[in-house]
């Protein structure tokens, strides 16, 4: 793993972010997002927000982790089922329905949209689907080991390594499957054009294309710190009642993502040897979650890049766009080519 490609000396490190979403990325700025979604006939379709105001528990120190955790659990989630709603909206029409740009905006009618209730829904069989293997499998299956021992740190730091155990190969189970092997390319094109911006470079495929795909400020490296932080914490209550185990376990969970965040956010910004082989275990774990992108997807990265690296007073826009982000002025259609003489 070459760190300089990683650490780069130059670099001046942003808060921007992102995620990769269905054909496209979000990318979160000091005031907005970003989400661009790639159609099947090549088009960027893309829609910005502002964010809300940071509020005072986003300067104390661990809350604003969990704030933060919590905010972009909920974001993440949102902009994943959007861009499923915009590609169902322009995927190609069948032969028996009427054409996909044909689709009203909103098909019930004036009432309430369902897209929040689904979020939520979503949202809450995620976090069982984490509590339930990420939490209560791990320790209910280590509890079958008392018979071998009963040295309670020995038994939490097998809970913690079956637990991040579980967690690579529920990855590389995962990445095996066409749509998420894209999804993970355009993680990699989030990360690479990020690297090229923090480096003062211009924002262009080629330009970006030369960095790695891997980042110290990534939400999968949060993910390790969070596991690897367990591991250290839980090894510390010893080992009671399996009932209290997994409580214990969902009580702490803030705290844990809280120094996590912390964690993150000082390895993004410091280069040391202490932060690179704290960042390792995090680092090893990219390697898994990203791919190498094409062309096509590191000029999303950049459409969505540019997007929220513009003035504060820039309204709110959707619809298609350039390869800067930039709004076009109306919606092209194939039909609307002109004909040949």
Same mark, same amino acid.
């Given at each position: 793993?070459?760190?300089?490609?990683?650490?780069?000396?130059?670099?001046?490190?942003?808060?921007?972010?992102?995620?990769?979403?269905?054909?496209?990325?979000?990318?979160?700025?000091?005031?907005?997002?970003?989400?661009?979604?790639?159609?099947?006939?090549?088009?960027?379709?893309?829609?910005?927000?502002?964010?809300?105001?940071?509020?005072?528990?986003?300067?104390?120190?661990?809350?604003?982790?969990?704030?933060?955790?919590?905010?972009?659990?909920?974001?993440?989630?949102?902009?994943?089922?959007?861009?499923?709603?915009?590609?169902?909206?322009?995927?190609?029409?069948?032969?028996?329905?009427?054409?996909?740009?044909?689709?009203?905006?909103?098909?019930?009618?004036?009432?309430?949209?369902?897209?929040?209730?689904?979020?939520?829904?979503?949202?809450?069989?995620?976090?069982?689907?984490?509590?339930?293997?990420?939490?209560?499998?791990?320790?209910?299956?280590?509890?079958?080991?008392?018979?071998?021992?009963?040295?309670?740190?020995?038994?939490?730091?097998?809970?913690?390594?079956?637990?991040?155990?579980?967690?690579?190969?529920?990855?590389?189970?995962?990445?095996?499957?066409?749509?998420?092997?894209?999804?993970?390319?355009?993680?990699?094109?989030?990360?690479?054009?990020?690297?090229?911006?923090?480096?003062?470079?211009?924002?262009?495929?080629?330009?970006?294309?030369?960095?790695?795909?891997?980042?110290?400020?990534?939400?999968? @490296?949060?993910?390790? %710190?969070?596991?690897? =932080? #367990?591991? /250290?914490?839980?090894? $510390? +209550?010893?080992?009671?009642?399996?009932?209290?185990?997994?409580? @214990?376990?969902?009580? %702490?969970?803030?705290? =844990? #993502?809280? /120094?996590?965040?912390? $964690? +993150?956010?000082?390895?993004?910004?410091?280069?040391?040897?202490?932060?690179?082989?704290?960042?390792?275990?995090?680092?090893?774990?990219?390697?898994?979650?990203?791919?190498?992108?094409?062309?096509?997807?590191?000029?999303?990265?950049?459409?969505?890049?540019?997007?929220?690296?513009?003035?504060?007073?820039?309204?709110?826009?959707?619809?298609?766009?350039?390869?800067?982000?930039?709004?076009?002025?109306?919606?092209?259609?194939?039909?609307?080519?002109?004909?040949?003489?």
């Amino acid at each position: 793993m070459d760190f300089s490609k990683i650490f780069i000396k130059d670099a001046r490190p942003t808060k921007i972010g992102g995620q990769a979403v269905l054909e496209g990325i979000m990318m979160k700025g000091e005031d907005r997002t970003a989400v661009v979604v790639r159609l099947e006939d090549e088009r960027m379709h893309i829609k910005t927000e502002r964010l809300a105001p940071a509020g005072r528990a986003s300067r104390i120190p661990i809350v604003r982790g969990v704030v933060n955790f919590a905010s972009m659990l909920m974001l993440g989630m949102r902009t994943l089922m959007y861009s499923a709603e915009v590609l169902e909206k322009y995927a190609p029409a069948d032969d028996d329905s009427p054409d996909s740009r044909d689709k009203p905006e909103n098909d019930n009618d004036g009432g309430a949209s369902p897209f929040g209730a689904a979020m939520i829904f979503a949202v809450l069989i995620a976090v069982a689907f984490v509590v339930g293997v990420f939490i209560v499998v791990p320790t209910v299956a280590v509890n079958w080991f008392q018979g071998f021992t009963e040295n309670a740190v020995a038994l939490n730091l097998f809970e913690g390594v079956l637990r991040i155990a579980l967690f690579v190969a529920y990855i590389v189970c995962i990445s095996r499957m066409k749509d998420i092997r894209t999804t993970f390319e355009y993680h990699g094109a989030e990360h690479e054009t990020i690297h090229c911006y923090e480096s003062g470079l211009p924002l262009t495929p080629e330009n970006a294309d030369s960095f790695e795909t891997l980042h110290p400020r990534c939400g999968t @490296s949060f993910l390790m %710190f969070v596991m690897i =932080i #367990a591991l /250290l914490l839980f090894s $510390l +209550l010893g080992w009671p009642s399996l009932l209290y185990r997994v409580l @214990s376990r969902i009580i %702490f969970i803030p705290l =844990i #993502a809280g /120094l996590s965040y912390e $964690l +993150l956010r000082y390895a993004g910004r410091a280069d040391n040897a202490f932060v690179r082989v704290m960042s390792v275990p995090g680092l090893l774990l990219q390697k898994l979650t990203t791919r190498k992108p094409t062309h096509d997807q590191l000029v999303v990265a950049i459409a969505a890049l540019k997007a929220v690296l513009v003035p504060q007073d820039t309204e709110e826009y959707e619809g298609f766009c350039d390869e800067d982000g930039a709004l076009l002025p109306e919606e092209p259609h194939a039909d609307d080519a002109p004909l040949a003489e």
